[in-house]
């Protein structure tokens, strides 16, 4: 099965899944406006705060828009992106 790395890491907690629209909808809201011009959907908005909350991990994706947007202090978000 090609998920069963995924299962080892959330299992041995080398990678956790947080809640993120639980307490955070300003948080999201201000994102998706702060970005409205890329534009940044409501997805992109959580992993973005998700990142906030947790700065020393890293978003994968396969969407250049994660190039572009920034942490509330102005930083880059770190991203690992697989080559297409």
């Known amino acids: 099965m090609r998920a069963e790395p995924l ?3 959330l299992e041995t ?3 956790k899944i947080e809640e993120t629209f639980g307490n955070a909808p300003l948080a999201l809201t201000r994102l998706m406006r702060r970005w409205q011009n890329v534009p940044m ?5 959580g992993l973005v705060a998700l990142h906030e909350r947790m700065p ?8 250049s828009d994660f190039t572009i947007y920034r942490r509330a202090n102005g930083r ?3 991203t ?5």
């Open 41 to 45: 959907s409501l997805a992109d908005a």
């Open 13 to 15: 907690g080398a990678m």
């Open 7 to 9: 299962f080892v890491m």
């Open 76 to 78: 880059a978000l770190r």
């Open 80 to 84: 690992l992106m697989p080559r297409a």
């Open 56 to 63: 020393r991990s890293f978003i994968v994706t396969m969407d």
